[in-house]
């Protein structure tokens, strides 16, 4: 890892983040493995909510996807990555409201959660999966 990474794995271990994704996996009896750059792949998550096919908690990333599988796609990982930097810098639990800040302004301004959130764009939109519906006015 580098020193940045390793700062990312530690400030996300303090903020509580990773801890909290951690009993995210464990209570939906997701299989948690080690993964690159500090992250941990919990794959097979199962519940309804969110609807994304891979989300991040701290430096825990849970995938829909199962075991052996999961962690594989490195657009959607190095994705998955920025947000786990962007619990790191927003010192943790704060980032959830701010993500919900940017998605709610996203869907006012275009009809979809990520094409003007904030954090989503910084993440790589396509990276993610999302499709950049751009404003009118824009257009």
Not at 49 to 66: D, E, I, K, Q, S
Not at 71 to 93: D, F, K, V
């Amino acid at each position: 890892m580098t020193r940045g990474q390793r700062l990312r794995q530690v400030a996300n271990f303090l903020n509580l983040t990773t801890p909290l994704g951690l009993m995210v996996a464990r209570a939906s009896r997701s299989r948690i493995s080690r993964g690159p750059r500090g992250l941990l792949i919990a794959a097979g998550y199962a519940w309804k909510l969110p609807h994304a096919g891979a989300f991040t908690v701290g430096n825990v990333v849970l995938y829909r996807a199962a075991h052996g599988v999961a962690g594989r796609n490195e657009l959607l990982l190095a994705h998955e990555e920025r947000h786990s930097t962007q619990y790191a810098y927003c010192l943790g639990l704060p980032f959830l409201v701010f993500y919900g800040v940017a998605a709610g302004w996203s869907m006012l301004r275009t009809g979809n959660p990520a094409s003007r959130n904030f954090f989503e764009r910084q993440a790589g939109l396509a990276a993610g999966g999302y499709i950049d519906h751009r404003i009118e006015a824009e257009a």
